[in-house]
């Protein structure tokens, strides 16, 4: 018998910061609102673009050369990082978590994930929905009236991340075994983290083409056929909502 989804309470966060780095510099310099900026390690042609503005990312500018970029976007500005300045507004951005919880676990400068089991916040009542529009408001107060965030909220730490990236930017989105199945049938497997090119053209060999396919697979062909060990059980797990990477974000 097929494992059934889980029916589990939403209660994993995933939060990040919306194109952190190009962010906090349009924050700091309200010049730069409303513009393409890239950040670079350096701003020769040849420097790579590490994060980049909405407003490049709209143009297609992303992860590139800086002379990629302003083949794209001539006047388009170039910043060199501010490491420090990354560093306080990730401080910052902890400090109003763990107003909620002490259970933040930090992936990364501009990324969290958020425990809310026993969260005092939970048991005053309050929805995780409130909770997250509360955080996007804090963060504003406690950074700037620029930042923005894109929270996602579910009973897993994957499916929280699936669902953080659903509607960048500023985005609010809650994935549960209830709507799994829609959101599943809007995204393409590399949309599903952990799953690269690579990976999808392993799936693809095994005629799985997309998310649903991929749910759908029988346990024994992910673990035998597909993965050929217990990787393949463990994807079987989180794409039902179980919870199999909480060691992984230790």
């Not at 059934?4 to 309200?30: F, G, R, T, V, W």
């Amino acid at each position: 018998m097929d494992l059934p989804l889980n029916n589990d309470k939403p209660l994993i966060m995933h939060i990040d910061l919306n194109s952190c780095y190009a962010m906090i510099e349009q924050q700091a310099n309200p010049l730069l609102r409303g513009k393409a900026v890239g950040v670079a390690a350096y701003d020769s042609p040849g420097g790579f673009i590490v994060a980049s503005s909405y407003e490049a990312k709209r143009l297609g500018i992303k992860l590139m050369r800086v002379k990629e970029a302003k083949a794209i976007k001539p006047d388009i500005i170039i910043l060199t990082p501010d490491p420090e300045k990354y560093f306080d507004a990730h401080k910052r951005f902890r400090n109003v978590l763990e107003k909620y919880t002490s259970e933040v676990i930090p992936k990364s400068i501009d990324e969290f994930v958020i425990d809310f089991k026993g969260s005092r916040a939970i048991q005053q009542g309050k929805s995780l929905n409130e909770i997250g529009q509360e955080i996007k408001q804090h963060l504003k107060d406690e950074l700037g009236e620029y930042i923005t965030v894109n929270i996602g909220i579910a009973p897993s730490r994957f499916l929280a991340k699936i669902a953080a990236g659903l509607d960048k930017p500023n985005g609010l989105d809650i994935i549960t075994w209830q709507n799994l199945l829609n959101i599943y049938g809007q995204l393409d497997l590399i949309d599903l983290p952990g799953i690269n090119t690579r990976y999808k053209a392993r799936l693809n060999l095994a005629g799985i083409y997309t998310p649903l396919d991929f749910l759908q697979a029988p346990m024994p062909k992910l673990k035998n056929q597909v993965f050929k060990s217990i990787v393949g059980y463990y994807w079987y797990l989180r794409l039902r909502g179980y919870e199999v990477d909480s060691a992984r974000f230790a």
